[in-house]
């Protein structure tokens, strides 16, 4: 098994605290860490507003992060879970995405999905077309990013989007062009089109409906006449680990004092509850029993989030020394 990491950008009010011009060196020096250690890949959200509900607080774009940890980075794969294909014109975000490539050396990953976060959309002035519109543009800017990687020019006339001899020169680096991640777990559409296009699909993390998922996935790869084995299906994961269940709740407990006065109260006990029984949650063994049961049904690429990483790294630690090793 392959594991990523997010590195913390405001967006989980995860950088509550840190004062605006310390925010950068801790995501840089969080970023540098995971590139010397077990993982795989990093990872950022693209988003603009904060969650569980938007407040002033800061939330770096996720865009302009891949390139400075390009920089700043030498061997970790950079990605974003996810993209959203309406925030920025398709052929656009593949000219951005091959130069990022030239800039880390060939290690980017495109992680890329309908979005979902309906004030962010209306506030930016996206508007906030119907699912099934938003899913038509996913299909479509897919399509023409595909078109610009392996060819260098995209012409496409789509209901949504139209480019006419679009150039994206350089090439990316990566032979074919950037891997494709194809995020979310609409059974109708959206695995559907992982099957056509993805390398690599992220959807619901636990057993029950990650087994549910991959079998319509399977079945979506027998229509279109892909390979399924050829995905790599992954999963996210909120980390919550402690050596003892006390300490597992002492964690919960220093994450809701660091909560407390920036969001309301029942926002926080419903952020904290999200996080009880999942699989990521509970000591070392616990952990590695959960994903282990994962691996075998296929899971072969956890993406880790430890809420607490801008401020403390013993979870971070804990999990690299017991849960990694055991798995991978």
């Not at 950088?15 to 995501?27: F, N, R, S, Y």
């Not at 996913?138 to 990013?145: C, F, R, S, T, Y």
């Not at 690599?200 to 998922?213: A, S």
Request: aromatic share 10%; glycine share 10%; hydrophobic share 40%.
């Amino acid at each position: 098994m392959k594991f990523g990491i997010f590195i913390p950008q405001g967006w989980r009010m995860d950088l509550v605290g840190i004062d605006l011009a310390e925010q950068w060196p801790t995501m840089k020096r969080l970023a540098q860490r995971a590139d010397a250690g077990p993982w795989e890949s990093l990872w950022v959200y693209d988003h603009f507003h904060t969650v569980p509900q938007p407040t002033h607080e800061a939330t770096h774009e996720a865009w302009s992060l891949m390139s400075a940890f390009g920089a700043v980075t030498d061997r970790i794969r950079l990605g974003q879970m996810c993209s959203c294909m309406s925030y920025r014109n398709p052929m656009y975000l593949a000219k951005v995405a091959a130069t990022i490539d030239h800039i880390s050396g060939g290690r980017l990953e495109m992680g890329i999905g309908a979005g979902w976060y309906e004030h962010e959309w209306r506030a930016y002035g996206y508007g906030f077309p119907e699912a099934k519109i938003r899913l038509q543009m996913l299909d479509e800017g897919v399509q023409i990013m595909k078109q610009a990687w392996e060819n260098g020019e995209a012409t496409f006339a789509g209901k949504h989007y139209q480019v006419d001899g679009a150039l994206c020169h350089p090439l990316p680096l990566q032979p074919g062009g950037v891997p494709l991640w194809i995020a979310g777990g609409g059974e109708k559409v959206t695995l559907k089109l992982a099957a056509k296009y993805a390398q690599y699909t992220n959807f619901d993390g636990t057993l029950e409906g990650f087994t549910h998922k991959s079998a319509l996935l399977r079945k979506h790869c027998e229509t279109v006449g892909t390979d399924f084995a050829a995905i790599t299906r992954s999963s996210n994961y909120n980390v919550v680990i402690g050596a003892t269940e006390r300490e597992v709740e002492d964690r919960l407990a220093r994450m809701r004092d660091r909560m407390d006065g920036f969001l309301p109260s029942a926002k926080i006990e419903e952020t904290i509850a999200g996080l009880r029984g999942m699989p990521a949650f509970g000591t070392p063994e616990q952990i590695v029993e959960n994903l282990t049961a994962l691996k075998d049904a296929g899971m072969t690429y956890a993406i880790t989030y430890f809420a607490e990483s801008a401020y403390d790294t013993s979870g971070i630690e804990m999990f690299e020394k017991e849960v990694i090793p055991a798995l991978s």
